[in-house]
């Protein structure tokens, strides 16, 4: 019997550390044109509990609640323990990268604590990515880690990449998510998505952008509040339908699901097994 190859797929996930919903859907112009075009799609994504930035980074790589993940606040330092994108992409022999915060580095590299002295250049494979450029400062300018992610895109070529931006949470920390700074914060990482984004399709890549999580008035998260929990999903796929489907609401639980089914991978077992998102057949 002649085995049949599994076309394997590209895909550049964009988390947009603290990126609200409300204010995607007032700053995205761009990729709010495509929707409108039916060139993308969109969707209302509820992030679990707590809406906190490295449990929801663990729950958007593994498609895992933080119950079984263990990630269950910003100061559990340690490897992650589950079966995540990383992970079951170095199972297919696909090339991961990532450039992103420094926890990034610590939960899927197996190299923690972080030390920015030897830990800011991944240039050899370590744990399940193969190469990565990580921050540690909170401010570092998004538009430095998107030329980061850029590098590692052209030179490496990765299958799977991870671009994690910081300021609209460092920013919303300090001035709240109505303030001016904040919708700025958020209206500069989307310009520079709108910059890059056409030469990523042309180069074979899907596209994700999202947030792990939103923040509030005062400036905070972790709770249980729709301004906390709520995120865009965009999805850049000739996979997905295209349109408009934040009518309904589905879990960021669904994340990682999506992303296997983009590249042609297997999903772990403890991933949700039903697609919420419509894709095309």
């Given at each position: 019997?002649?085995?049949?190859?599994?076309?394997?797929?590209?895909?550049?996930?964009?988390?947009?550390?603290?990126?609200?919903?409300?204010?995607?859907?007032?700053?995205?112009?761009?990729?709010?044109?495509?929707?409108?075009?039916?060139?993308?799609?969109?969707?209302?994504?509820?992030?679990?509990?707590?809406?906190?930035?490295?449990?929801?980074?663990?729950?958007?790589?593994?498609?895992?609640?933080?119950?079984?993940?263990?990630?269950?606040?910003?100061?559990?330092?340690?490897?992650?323990?589950?079966?995540?994108?990383?992970?079951?992409?170095?199972?297919?022999?696909?090339?991961?990268?990532?450039?992103?915060?420094?926890?990034?580095?610590?939960?899927?590299?197996?190299?923690?604590?972080?030390?920015?002295?030897?830990?800011?250049?991944?240039?050899?494979?370590?744990?399940?990515?193969?190469?990565?450029?990580?921050?540690?400062?909170?401010?570092?300018?998004?538009?430095?880690?998107?030329?980061?992610?850029?590098?590692?895109?052209?030179?490496?070529?990765?299958?799977?990449?991870?671009?994690?931006?910081?300021?609209?949470?460092?920013?919303?920390?300090?001035?709240?998510?109505l303030s001016k700074e904040y919708?700025?914060?958020?209206?500069a990482s989307f310009q520079q998505i709108a910059?890059?984004?056409?030469?990523?399709?042309?180069?074979?890549?899907?596209?994700?952008?999202?947030?792990?999580?939103?923040?509030?008035?005062?400036?905070?998260?972790?709770?249980?509040?729709?301004?906390?929990?709520?995120?865009?999903?965009?999805?850049?796929?000739?996979?997905?339908?295209?349109?408009?489907?934040?009518?309904?609401?589905?879990?960021?639980?669904?994340?990682?699901?999506?992303?296997?089914?983009?590249?042609?991978?297997?999903?772990?077992?403890?991933?949700?097994?039903?697609?919420?998102?419509?894709?095309?057949?």
């Amino acid at each position: 019997n002649k085995k049949v190859a599994v076309k394997m797929g590209k895909v550049i996930f964009v988390m947009v550390d603290a990126l609200g919903y409300e204010t995607a859907t007032k700053r995205a112009g761009y990729l709010e044109h495509l929707v409108t075009h039916n060139k993308a799609a969109k969707y209302k994504m509820q992030g679990d509990l707590p809406a906190a930035s490295r449990p929801m980074y663990e729950t958007l790589m593994t498609g895992l609640p933080a119950w079984m993940h263990g990630v269950t606040m910003n100061d559990v330092v340690r490897e992650s323990r589950c079966e995540n994108i990383f992970s079951l992409c170095k199972k297919q022999g696909l090339v991961t990268a990532a450039a992103a915060f420094g926890w990034i580095c610590e939960l899927y590299t197996g190299k923690y604590p972080f030390d920015p002295y030897t830990d800011r250049i991944l240039d050899q494979p370590r744990g399940n990515l193969d190469c990565g450029i990580f921050y540690q400062n909170c401010d570092y300018p998004d538009s430095e880690l998107y030329a980061d992610g850029e590098y590692l895109r052209k030179k490496y070529h990765p299958d799977f990449l991870l671009i994690h931006p910081m300021n609209v949470d460092t920013i919303g920390h300090g001035y709240g998510c109505l303030s001016k700074e904040y919708q700025g914060a958020a209206d500069a990482s989307f310009q520079q998505i709108a910059r890059l984004c056409e030469d990523w399709r042309e180069d074979g890549y899907d596209v994700i952008v999202t947030g792990d999580h939103g923040m509030d008035t005062l400036g905070l998260h972790g709770g249980n509040e729709a301004v906390q929990r709520d995120v865009p999903l965009y999805i850049l796929s000739d996979q997905v339908k295209k349109g408009d489907f934040t009518d309904h609401e589905i879990s960021n639980l669904q994340a990682a699901p999506l992303v296997c089914r983009l590249l042609g991978i297997p999903l772990s077992e403890g991933m949700i097994q039903e697609n919420q998102i419509e894709m095309e057949n």
